[in-house]
């Protein structure tokens, strides 16, 4: 890649766009704008909550990705577009885009991909697996003849790969992401305590609360809701054990993926990954703040009953 050439993080939760030089020069939810008379993009990313927030009877804010793939192909080329404006691309500057997609992504999504990025303004589109992606970002040795092994818990979806050489030896994917985990924590404080709470408050609680394994982890959260039965607003305090609980399924999930990817790995390999210590990045499983994470963390390993960092 040349310094001018962009990379993109085209997420489910969130793009990114990145370059050489400058580093991340954009960072915001995967949402856009849209005028639903004429299907016309107006924003992107938190503009776009804004836009609707402002005027919730002409615009909606929708998310043109599902589960990692474009759902709307328009819409998304449309975000793309606003996006890379947004980063200075315009008639003058049109950079070659490399943009990350996930490894299972059938031809005809990659093709979608492609041609988003360059019906949205950009020269040429290339494409670089996602757990590569993030495996070259983490810093990981992935052109040595050791193997590193990636988990990227993403808002859609999990991928995981086993690296080596640069390239991938073994990989999974599962429907299963934070945006789960999120939708675990609202029925769980439905079912229990009989209190409706939001999207953006489950994940409030996921981040302040979520764990995979227990933690030393602080006190209770406090958050707020509709009662179900009587329709009023009120409180309702949730511990980390009864999180954790909810979070169960989701986490079991992930790390049963995470068990089969190293189980169809070559062994060697595999054992690289353990012996480089290279945990599945965890991060969307450990409480922000925790102290000394990412060692502290809980993640998939510790699922198979091993103690706590450090495990290997
Ligand atoms: N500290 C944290 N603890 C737990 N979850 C977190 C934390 N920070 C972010 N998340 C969650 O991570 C998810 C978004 O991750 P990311 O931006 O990697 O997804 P994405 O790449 O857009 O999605 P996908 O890869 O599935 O297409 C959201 O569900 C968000 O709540
Ligand atoms: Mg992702």
Not at 37 to 56: F, K
Not at 78 to 88: A, D, F, K, P, W
Not at 196 to 201: D, L, M, P, S, V
Request: hydrophobic residues 45%; contains cysteine; aromatic residues 4%.
């Amino acid at each position: 890649m040349s310094r001018r050439d962009l990379a993109l993080d085209l997420g489910t939760a969130n793009t990114l766009v990145f370059q050489g030089d400058r580093g991340i020069l954009y960072n915001e939810p995967t949402l856009v704008a849209v005028n639903p008379r004429n299907s016309e993009a107006l924003g992107a990313g938190r503009e776009a909550l804004g836009l609707a927030a402002a005027d919730a009877g002409r615009v909606v804010a929708s998310r043109p990705l599902r589960r990692g793939v474009i759902s709307d192909f328009d819409l998304t080329m449309q975000m793309i577009r606003l996006i890379l404006r947004s980063v200075g691309v315009g008639r003058l500057m049109r950079p070659r885009v490399l943009a990350c997609v996930p490894t299972h992504s059938t031809e005809v999504e990659r093709r979608a991909v492609e041609e988003a990025v360059v019906a949205a303004g950009a020269r040429s589109a290339f494409l670089v697996d996602q757990p590569l992606a993030a495996a070259v970002g983490a810093g990981l040795p992935i052109h040595e003849p050791v193997g590193s092994f990636v988990v990227d818990v993403g808002g859609g979806t999990t991928e995981m790969a086993v690296l080596a050489m640069g390239g991938v030896v073994t990989s999974k994917a599962i429907p299963v992401g934070g945006f789960d985990m999120d939708a675990v924590i609202q029925h769980h404080v439905r079912s229990r305590h009989g209190v409706a709470i939001g999207e953006n408050a489950a994940e409030r609680i996921k981040i302040e609360l979520g764990s995979a394994y227990p933690t030393a982890h602080p006190a209770a959260v406090e958050v707020k809701g509709r009662n179900m039965t009587n329709g009023m607003p009120t409180y309702v305090i949730l511990t980390p054990e009864e999180i954790r609980e909810a979070l169960a399924e989701p986490v079991g999930a992930i790390a049963a993926a995470t068990r089969d990817c190293l189980a169809e790995s070559p062994p060697e390999l595999a054992h690289d990954g353990e012996r480089h210590r290279f945990p599945p990045s965890a991060s969307l499983l450990i409480p922000a703040g925790t102290p000394g994470t990412p060692t502290d963390s809980p993640a998939c390993t510790r699922a198979d009953g091993r103690p706590p960092w450090p495990p290997w």
